[in-house]
């Protein structure tokens, strides 16, 4: 299967920990997405790379939120001392820059808990 | 922020019916997607419309791209037990560098 894949799928944790989710994008794609959704709505921009670049962050995106893509493929999102309010799906997606077409694939997301 | 408008949140229908969703908006989007998200799952695309006007299908899917730009919708016949689900359409900003801003979504019921 050639799809966007996360990991872990599901994660559970305890408040103030830190929790970091991994996402493998669409391999040729070199734009990488990553979005929050929280029961009743739709997906929320978090923050974006094109390659390896950091290109917009959301203001949803605290100081305690942070992600890479060292290498321009996968990706990691780390959220430090998490609250309660974190607990969503995170979702990542990917799309190929040099379409005219901003066609964004979805991997089935990081559903994380906080206790 | 920007924000899509779909309404109702919940729609029931007999198996075999069409049904048709509407996305609005205050604002001039330059893409218009509809995606549909099991539960549990990520969204998953199903219709993507880049032009003023544009019509485009998919099997039993019919999306347009409305005329003045703020605003789509998507039509499925025949109705099928899997098309359960939530719809969402998405839409980019011009100038919004890629980010899709979503609507919250309709949850689709189909009765057999």
Not at chain 1, 88 to 96: H, I, K, R, V, W
Not at chain 2, 67 to 83: C, G, M, V
């Amino acid at each position: 299967d050639t799809g966007v894949s996360q990991d872990p799928r599901h994660k559970i944790t305890k408040r103030g920990q830190n929790v970091t989710f991994r996402c493998d994008p669409i391999s040729e794609h070199n734009r990488l997405y990553w979005y929050r959704q929280t029961l009743g709505q739709g997906p929320e921009f978090l923050t974006y790379f094109q390659n390896e670049a950091q290109l917009e962050k959301s203001r949803l995106l605290s100081n305690r939120f942070s992600a890479e893509r060292p290498k321009g493929s996968f990706s990691t999102l780390e959220i430090q001392r998490t609250e309660q309010g974190d607990s969503a799906m995170y979702l990542c997606a990917s799309s190929f820059l040099l379409t005219l077409y901003n066609e964004q694939f979805f991997g089935p997301g990081t559903r994380l808990t906080v206790l | 922020g920007q924000q899509l408008n779909q309404s109702p949140q919940s729609m029931f229908i007999q198996e075999g019916e069409d049904v048709s969703m509407n996305c609005t908006s205050s604002s001039i989007f330059n893409t218009w997607l509809w995606y549909k998200q099991d539960p549990g799952e990520g969204p998953v695309l199903l219709i993507a419309l880049y032009k003023a006007g544009e019509l485009t299908s998919n099997g039993r899917l019919t999306a347009q791209f409305g005329i003045t730009r703020k605003d789509s919708f998507l039509n499925i016949s025949a109705s099928i037990p899997s098309d359960v689900g939530i719809y969402f359409c998405a839409g980019q900003l011009p100038g919004a560098n890629s980010k899709l801003t979503f609507g919250k979504g309709i949850t689709l019921s189909v009765r057999p």
